[in-house]
């Protein structure tokens, strides 16, 4: 089967690797892959169910993959995190998907699809495994490792666990291959449920002794950490980005609330005073860390006083890097069943309010940056813009801000340092040294 592959990847980091491994099985057949949806003849929406916007985010675009039968496309293969949870309903209502799969199953893809040209409409969930292969989606120089699958935390607000499945940590030696597989890569961005439980599924956890193996391979340059949970950041972990040279002095820690009662109601650990002590303690101990995390405003029973205490939390945390979501009431979550849900408009005034604190603090910190200069990994070229674009340690590709850069000549994959002159709540802009 020749047939012309097209993807289009909905969610997070972590999906886009499970992505990549469906891609990987494409590629061992043969087959051609286009990122022109117009071209495709087989169309692979991979989908996102954390959410109800997520879900309707990833019915939507199945819907519209299906307009493009008038054109070249045949087949329509519906995989991730959706049919994985919700197989019984989707298959037989969302017809116009040929083929479905789950998180795990990209060794079916083929099996399944010579089923669907033989006329049948394939439900393969379960039934595969995550392939070996992957094809890079992201910048050449700059690529996810994923080092566990699901999660055994319980937030009471998450479908993740009912989804994905307990946490399972991947072979180390696995990794290390995978790893080395990359090719030369100047930044390497770990990504799990919650990367710091990295081998405490097998008894003991693993997650510091992972990251000095891959900082011992020769093609990774620099080492990115997202998802390490604020319980889990030990002495250890402080210790390896205070004195691993290749690890970047980032830390995501995603946090969700600064007041006691609503973590408790979360199902999370920690309180405000813990959390005010780590984010003190990494700012000692690693000199210059950038530290990110997540908020989720209008959980249910959250008062107008524990909102303005979040918002002061973060005038005093000053993180460098925010992100806030309005609650989402989810059924199946012990959340779902709370009395005291909020109104929608209230969660939405109360985001808009987080991020206004927030980009207020960011345009603050990145307005000193004016006059000074910043080392920069040039990520490409934004043509809208006609400069280049790149990211600096204190960012996340694809999920922070940016920095952009005019020069008369830059390389992807190349680092430079920028001299800054001007900036906003989330950017940066200069020119090359």
Do not use: W
Request: hydrophobic letters at 35%; charged letters at 30%; glycine letters at 8%.
């Amino acid at each position: 089967m020749q047939k012309v592959f097209g993807m289009i990847s909905l969610g997070c980091d972590k999906n886009r690797v499970d992505g990549e491994r469906l891609l990987g099985e494409v590629r061992r057949h043969g087959c051609p892959i286009t990122d022109d949806p117009y071209r495709a003849q087989v169309l692979i929406v991979n989908t996102c169910a954390f959410l109800n916007a997520a879900r309707e985010e990833a019915i939507k675009t199945v819907l519209e993959g299906d307009l493009l039968r008038t054109g070249a496309l045949e087949k329509i293969v519906v995989t991730g995190c959706l049919p994985q949870k919700y197989i019984g309903e989707l298959f037989p209502a969302l017809t116009e998907g040929d083929v479905f799969l789950g998180v795990s199953d990209a060794t079916q893809l083929f099996p399944a699809l010579e089923r669907a040209y033989a006329g049948e409409r394939v439900n393969a969930v379960g039934t595969g495994c995550e392939g070996a292969e992957r094809v890079i989606t992201t910048p050449p120089h700059l690529k996810y490792l994923k080092i566990a699958d699901g999660c055994f935390n319980h937030c009471t607000y998450c479908l993740i666990p009912s989804i994905r499945g307990k946490y399972r940590s991947y072979p180390m030696q696995q990794l290390l291959d995978e790893a080395r597989s990359l090719g030369e890569t100047q930044e390497l961005v770990l990504v799990a449920q919650d990367t710091t439980r990295y081998g405490e599924d097998t008894g003991k956890n693993l997650f510091v002794e992972l990251l000095e193996k891959l900082s011992e391979l020769d093609n990774i340059c620099h080492i990115r950490l997202l998802y390490c949970y604020p319980e889990v950041v030990t002495d250890e972990l402080i210790r390896a980005l205070r004195d691993n040279p290749k690890l970047v002095r980032y830390l995501d820690i995603p946090l969700q609330h600064s007041e006691d009662r609503t973590v408790k109601l979360m199902g999370r650990r920690g309180s405000r005073a813990e959390y005010l002590a780590l984010i003190a303690k990494l700012r000692r101990e690693v000199p210059g860390i950038a530290l990110r995390t997540t908020f989720i405003a209008g959980f249910p029973t959250e008062t107008e006083e524990e909102h303005e205490a979040l918002k002061a939390f973060l005038r005093e945390a000053r993180f460098e890097n925010c992100g806030f979501f309005a609650y989402s009431r989810e059924e199946g979550t012990p959340a779902y069943k709370l009395k005291g849900q909020i109104r929608h408009s209230t969660r939405q005034r109360r985001v808009k309010a987080l991020y206004a604190v927030q980009e207020a603090l960011s345009k603050e910190r990145l307005s000193g940056m004016i006059g000074h200069t910043v080392r920069v990994l040039c990520d490409g070229v934004d043509f809208e813009r006609g400069c280049f674009v790149g990211h600096a340690a204190f960012q996340a590709y694809d999920v922070d801000g940016k920095v952009y850069f005019n020069a008369p000549k830059a390389e992807t994959g190349k680092f430079y340092d920028v001299f800054v002159e001007g900036a906003d709540e989330a950017d940066l802009f200069g020119h090359k040294k």
